[in-house]
């Protein structure tokens, strides 16, 4: 018999972004201005994805406001859109939701992981407590009140969140796709139980044996596909590699107030032709500069 041979799990952003339909629920890790995978993000806007369903993470970014701005997003579903310290609210989320071109998936942190841990348990609901007798099944009539059968409790049922392509980034990975994450993991695990498909990008691509030589850190074992992307959750942070980038942050959030406060598109659609559209990842580096990307130094 002929032993089973491992299969490489190192694809690039284009492959993944072709694992994505429109109308697809897209799961996008991170967290606020941290480990988002911008550039498989930064993909799915340059092949035209749309009416996507994205489910961000617990406190998303502006991952997410980038999408919307970009004409991707039927629906989000997530507990908050913005970007801590420059923004209360991502622009293109809050004019896009005034406006009615996309549906919110209203919930809190805790009903979103609820959702999540549905999905991962492949079960329709998860019971929660929290959020009885307040306003939210009014808001979301999708998060149902009911009458336990043990305790005759009255509990909020809060819908699974199914997920078909997650995608993420995280600071090392081997070949074959045992995914490693710096600091937190923030609810990336969780985003990817709750998935049928799972794609990352890191850092750097590491050999099994560093893997090996530490199996407690791997935090995603088996993962669809890995990207090798440095400084790929620019312009966010990554653990352990690089803070925010707050010029370049500033520099979206100019262009995308515009578009909320004059409804002038200008200015974001020629920031969306310089660093998106078309960008692949090696220009898109070239045209934030490599002085810029080097003083991005956590210490």
């Known amino acids: 018999m002929t032993a089973p041979v491992r299969r490489s799990r190192v694809t690039d952003a284009a492959s993944v972004s072709a694992a994505v ?9 991170g967290f606020i201005n941290s480990g988002h995978p911008m550039t498989l993000v930064r993909q799915l806007i340059t092949d035209g994805k749309r009416d996507l369903v994205v489910v961000g993470a617990a406190s998303s970014g502006l991952e997410v406001d980038l999408l919307i701005a970009a004409g991707c997003v039927a629906k989000v579903v997530s507990p908050y859109v913005g970007a801590e310290g420059f923004a209360g609210i991502g622009p293109a989320f809050r004019k896009a939701a005034q406006d009615g071109s996309i549906e919110t998936f209203e919930l809190d942190e805790a009903h979103f992981y609820a959702g999540l841990r549905a999905s991962a348990q492949r079960l329709p609901f998860n019971p929660w407590r929290a ?31 199914d997920i078909d392509v997650c995608l993420l980034h995280a600071a090392t990975s081997d070949e074959f796709g045992n995914v490693q994450h710096n600091g937190t993991r923030y609810g990336d695990t969780a985003m990817s139980a709750a998935s049928d498909k799972t794609f990352v990008s890191v850092e750097r691509i590491c050999s099994t044996e560093q893997v090996r030589a530490n199996p407690l850190a791997t935090s995603i074992a088996g993962a669809d596909g890995v990207v090798r992307a440095p400084f790929g959750a620019h312009p966010f942070s990554a653990d352990g ?5 707050a010029d370049h942050i500033k520099t979206y959030l100019v262009a995308a107030d515009t ?19 078309g960008v692949v990842h090696a220009d898109y580096l070239d045209r934030i500069g490599h002085p810029a990307l080097l003083g991005l130094n956590e210490f």
Do not use: C, H, Q
């Open 131 to 161: 959020g009885v007798g307040t306003s939210i099944p009014v808001v979301n009539p999708a998060i149902k009140e009911f009458r336990d059968p043990i305790n005759d409790e009255l509990l909020l049922a809060v819908p699974a969140i």
């Open 259 to 277: 578009w909320l406060r004059t409804d002038d598109r200008e200015p974001l659609e020629e920031y969306l032709d310089r660093y998106v559209r």
């Open 21 to 29: 339909a429109d109308g697809m629920t897209v799961g996008i890790g």
């Open 241 to 245: 590699f690089y803070v925010p980038d």
